[in-house]
């Protein structure tokens, strides 16, 4: 059982939860240190062995969207609920870009893939799994993903849109997913930290946590997609989770798959009165908006990790 629960986001399949401790713990660590807490960052990384070490561990989920039979990290063919939920999703995402994107430029580009998505532009007959294929270049050309080239950007998108919808659409999944982060909440676990896809699993658990919990912190969530995450959560309608004690939640203005950095409006229902929401934080990752490390090394991340762990 772990002091800190680390929930990981899409397209981790091909790591583990050994690998992603390393690469998360260091940035973890760097964003309580510039928070003010130095002893903690210390006992987080440098002297986490030690007798005084805080006890971090990744909740790992992502190979269960390895699929038998293909080659490489191709998620294969969608069912057709799968398909669809995918295509609304590259949708949301292209909106959101052409919505809140910081530079003009960016705004332009995400305006003319949405059009040419919806079918305002371009007019190429539409056969099967054509559709989802057009979703997944149109939301690959939005400067978002311009460091990685477009072949990288598309297997990307593809493999991120079919997570998400087999997530929401896939029990056996989802279960699974929910247990691998249940399996090490203990009595000793305060701080539950969560990054895109998996604050989405991490929120689901977290809601039907049998004992308090100090600290829920989100990072980069997708919680906020009102017609495609929000209304697919378990349980409906979605609440605060009952003894949640304090959540956070940071995002990235430019992060699409972010959606909304202000949760508040959406998971107040039911909240203790006692209990805290701090949903109006937002970071700046640069040219890699989503990347989890830009976000974990942040002092937004950091504090409320250095208040709470003792």
Excluded at 257 to 263: M, S
Aim: aromatic share 8%; with cysteine.
């Amino acid at each position: 059982m772990a002091v800190i629960v680390l929930v990981h986001g899409i397209d981790q399949q091909q790591k583990s939860a050994d690998r992603l401790e390393n690469e998360w713990l260091p940035d973890l660590a760097g964003g309580v240190r510039i928070a003010g807490f130095p002893e903690v960052a210390d006992r987080l990384w440098r002297n986490r062995t030690g007798s005084d070490g805080i006890d971090a561990r990744m909740a790992f989920y992502g190979h269960l969207f390895l699929q038998p039979d293909q080659m490489g990290d191709d998620p294969g063919e969608l069912t057709a609920p799968e398909e669809e939920l995918a295509e609304r999703l590259a949708e949301e995402w292209l909106q959101r870009a052409a919505r809140r994107a910081s530079h003009e430029k960016e705004k332009i580009i995400a305006e003319r893939e949405l059009a040419f998505l919806r079918g305002t532009i371009g007019d190429e007959p539409m056969g099967t799994g054509a559709v989802i294929r057009k979703a997944v270049q149109c939301v690959a050309r939005v400067s978002w993903f311009a460091p990685y080239g477009m072949a990288f950007a598309e297997r990307f998108v593809r493999r991120s849109l079919a997570q998400v919808s087999r997530y929401l659409t896939d029990q056996s999944i989802r279960h699974a997913a929910r247990q691998a982060v249940l399996n090490l909440i203990g009595p000793e676990t305060q701080i539950v930290v969560a990054h895109s896809l998996g604050s989405v699993v991490a929120y689901e658990t977290v809601s039907q946590m049998k004992q308090p919990l100090p600290l829920f912190l989100t990072i980069g969530s997708p919680l906020g997609l009102e017609t495609i995450i929000y209304q697919r959560l378990e349980p409906q309608p979605p609440i605060f989770p009952p003894l949640l004690r304090r959540w956070v939640n940071v995002a990235d203005h430019d992060d699409i798959i972010a959606t909304e950095p202000d949760l508040s409006r959406m998971f107040s229902n039911e909240k203790p009165a006692d209990a805290i929401f701090e949903s109006e934080h937002t970071v700046d990752c640069g040219a890699e908006p989503h990347n989890a490390s830009f976000y974990l090394g942040k002092a937004e991340v950091g504090e409320p990790i250095g208040e709470v762990v003792v």
